[in-house]
């Protein structure tokens, strides 16, 4: 497996990653009630996309099964959204992980692979 493909996603991750990390007292506030919750779905979105598209620009892998893909991609984007909700609790100042954050992160990873085979198809 070449680490090529996964650059976008792993880029994308040290963003997310900068971002989550970034006091929580300096962020601008938010336009309506809840729309970070729609910030967590499109980034988590996003790098769930990113991710499988690198298994899909893999060659002559085991991982070309596309089930296996879709797998790696949304396990991959849950666990990193987990693990960026407890650094925000415990590693991170002013910032605070949130379950319902969680979820957003974890329907975002969802919707990123199927908004990659959406945009495929077509």
């Not at 336009?31 to 970070?36: H, I, K, L, Q």
């Not at 949304?74 to 415990?90: K, N």
């Amino acid at each position: 497996m070449k680490l090529k493909p996964f650059i976008p996603a792993l880029i994308w991750l040290i963003i997310i990653v900068v971002l989550s990390g970034y006091p929580g007292r300096s962020l601008p506030k938010a336009p309506f009630d809840e729309f970070d919750k729609l910030v967590h779905l499109a980034i988590y979105a996003l790098l769930s996309f990113l991710s499988v598209l690198g298994f899909s620009k893999q060659s002559h892998s085991f991982l070309l099964n596309s089930k296996l893909q879709n797998f790696f991609s949304i396990s991959f984007t849950i666990v990193m959204g987990g693990l960026i909700e407890l650094l925000q609790e415990y590693v991170f100042i002013n910032r605070y992980g949130d379950w319902y954050d969680f979820i957003a992160n974890s329907l975002g990873a969802f919707l990123g692979v199927i908004g990659f085979y959406l945009i495929k198809k077509y």
